[in-house]
């Protein structure tokens, strides 16, 4: 995947600008564009393309009735457990079923539910509902958090040119700082957006997972989980 390091992401933001010339403190621009590649990230991860280029994949066993997950995780992706000694999907655990669990207690078959908890601290996992034994099987399908630039030689990876989208938009947070016509650089911005999006649309992403809750003598109620991932909050 092309990469762009820091020294070359600051020179295209002032080219973009019209600021090559320009005192603007190197500091603040690196924040800058730290901000606007977390950004970036976000868009290719709403646009369910993320997994695409950036997944990875963690194993380990539970502990406390939870999967303890990396500190820098961005987007859980999927969760599976081995069941029978094969791997199955996890479920998400809508809210209208915090209590579907009460009193039920995990056997050698059950496949459970998740939660996360804990995002944006440093100790981040997912529960599992029925709570399971210590010892159970996984692996999370994971994006993390971008590495924070701090080096000249520090690089970002995206594909397609996309980084140029931390140039822009970064560009014109310089320009209206300075109340300059930002407006070009707003369009090649969008355009960058625009074609994250159209990519997204062309890859045949199939069918949304219908969750089916058959506990409960037969119950089946159905559940349709959206989007190509889950999202910490």
Partial sequence: MPTATLTQL??????????????????????????????????ISSAGLAENFFMERITGTTLGGAIVLPTDVFQVVGIDTKVGGFWMELLVLQWQDRNLYEGVAATNNTRYHYVLNGFGTTSPSALLYPSPPDGVAYQVFIIKEPVVLALPGDKVAYPNGWEDWIVYDVAVQLLDKEDSDSRPAQVKRQRIETEITNQAQMLDRGEAPRVRDVRGGGRGLDY??????????
């Fill in 10 to 43: 600051q020179d295209r933001v002032r080219r973009a600008a019209d600021m090559e010339n320009s005192t603007f403190p190197d500091a603040e621009l690196v924040d800058q564009i730290n901000a606007s590649n977390r950004r970036l990230l976000g868009i």
């Fill in 224 to 233: 349709l989980v959206e989007g190509g991932g889950l999202w910490g909050i």
